[in-house]
């Protein structure tokens, strides 16, 4: 709205976005730097349809109508319920001391100076709870950008947008979250860390440089922080049987978590906890912040061969490479992590999805995007195959789109008959086809287009 001058009807572009810079109109000095491009996922709840984006409120598009139009911004950070109904819990960490005055002082010139950043980010990804038909998302504070800690506030919403319950967690590390897990007892955050880029943030803060120049990649450790966080509050008599969960699993080997399959726990007759999470991952090596998806922002190209890698380099790529089991003895305290191939899947592989009546419960299959390898020059990327790990027999199984063709996310869609058939449904991709493996085809006019690497959900007509 504010681009578009309403009396001739012509656009300007004035606002950034996190991975871009102007191509024309003010450049320097340009420092709206938040425009809300809801583009990354999207979800209906409620009676909601809701897009989200990584940088703030989502936006509400009406459904209700059938029209698809743009209603405006939705609060999901505060929205839910009146203040004094809300049951607000809040779970402490580091406070006070240097970097809390440093937020301090960041804050109002970052939300209400020149910047109008939104006090809290709320993450694309979001998860729903099957078991108790809840909503769960996860907001972040905008001046943990520029600190070396995250605060992380998760939010719980019953099926009429009601919030049950909201959690904050204070972490004392400079970490990017981009997807996570939950399971009965525990949200699960993998900690891809980052550090601040001095140059990069002002360049970035004077409007030369994309947003994301602040940040740059902090391959300092050679394990993978895993933050388990107390889902629900503990009661005052079980404090002695809950770990600090301030202290994060250090995983094994160095991830950088691109996106969740799913994640699940088992009890044993001891008393004792396994948890195991589903994970798409790469190599610190190869995720690149000025490079994503392939595209060059100085240049303004998008190269998809920077996605792919060399021959003996295919390691760094995104792999369905990692089960991650972590035990915890019936007291608490932390007994092993370890981290496994998905049924010793080896090619690039990301977007893992499952039947979603399944999440947060123990799963069987998973889907996922991957590559054929039959061409020549770009052999892992853009993905042209969906693979369904079958973890009964450890088996793999593959559908193929064919020569210069390329999908999407796969998207499971239960048929609804028999919710404890976990099998018994459709995969929806952009472009899918095999013999007899075809149910149907939707032909999207040309003016339409469907991005890779973003987000997709079923709704069924009974919700």
């Known amino acids: ?155 719980e919403f019953d099926s009429n947008f009601k919030l049950i319950q909201k959690q904050e967690f204070n972490i004392p590390e400079h970490l990017m979250i981009h997807d996570w897990a939950f399971t009965d007892t525990h949200y699960v955050l993998f900690g891809n860390r980052i550090k601040l880029d001095v140059t990069g943030s002002m360049l970035a803060l004077c409007g030369v440089s994309p947003m994301i120049s602040a940040l740059s990649i902090n391959p300092n450790k050679a394990t993978s922080p895993i933050y388990l966080l107390p889902r629900f509050p503990p009661h005052d008599h079980d404090h002695d049987h809950h770990r600090d969960w301030r202290v994060p699993i250090e995983a094994p080997s160095q991830m950088w978590v691109l996106h969740v399959g799913n994640a699940f726990e088992q009890i044993d007759l001891q008393g004792n906890l396994e948890l195991q999470i589903q994970a798409a991952t790469c190599s610190y090596r190869w995720f690149n912040f000025h490079k994503m998806f392939g595209y060059d922002w100085k240049s303004g190209k998008l190269d998809p061969s920077f996605m792919n890698a060399s021959d003996g380099d295919e390691d760094l790529l995104p792999h369905l490479v990692k089960q991650v089991s972590i035990k915890l003895k019936a007291d608490g305290n932390y007994e092993k992590c370890s981290v496994e191939a998905l049924n010793q899947w080896s090619r690039p592989s990301d977007f893992p999805a499952i039947n979603p009546t399944f999440s947060g419960s123990k799963n069987s299959y998973i889907y996922a995007a991957t590559c054929s390898s039959c061409r020549p020059s770009l052999p892992h990327f853009p993905f042209d195959t969906v693979a369904k790990l079958d973890f009964s027999n450890s088996s793999v199984s593959t559908w193929s789109v064919g020569v210069r063709r390329f999908i999407g996310e796969p998207i499971f869609v239960p048929k609804g008959i028999n919710e404890e058939e976990e099998d018994d449904g459709y995969i929806i991709v952009i472009e899918i086809g095999k013999s007899d493996a075809l149910i149907a085809r939707l032909e999207v006019p040309k003016h339409l287009n469907f991005p890779l690497g973003f987000h997709g959900f079923w709704a069924a007509d009974d919700h």
């Open 1 to 155: 709205m504010e681009e578009c001058d309403q009396e001739t009807n012509s656009w300007r572009f004035t606002h950034r976005g996190p991975f871009s810079v102007l191509r024309g109109g003010k450049k320097i000095g340009n420092t709206k730097v938040m425009k809300n491009v809801a583009n990354t996922s999207v979800v209906e709840w409620g009676g909601r349809l809701l897009c989200l984006w990584e940088g703030g409120d989502p936006y509400e598009i009406d459904i209700q109508s059938g029209t698809l139009d743009t209603v405006g911004r939705f609060d999901l950070m505060i929205d839910g319920t009146d203040d004094d109904e809300r049951p607000l819990v809040v779970s402490g960490g580091t406070t006070g001391g240097f970097w809390d005055v440093a937020a301090g002082l960041l804050k109002p010139i970052l939300q209400a100076g020149v910047f109008k950043m939104p006090p809290k980010r709320l993450l694309s990804h979001y998860k729903i709870d099957p078991r108790l038909d809840r909503l769960l998302t996860v907001s972040c504070n905008a001046e943990d950008m520029l600190l070396p800690r995250s605060s992380f506030t998760f939010y």
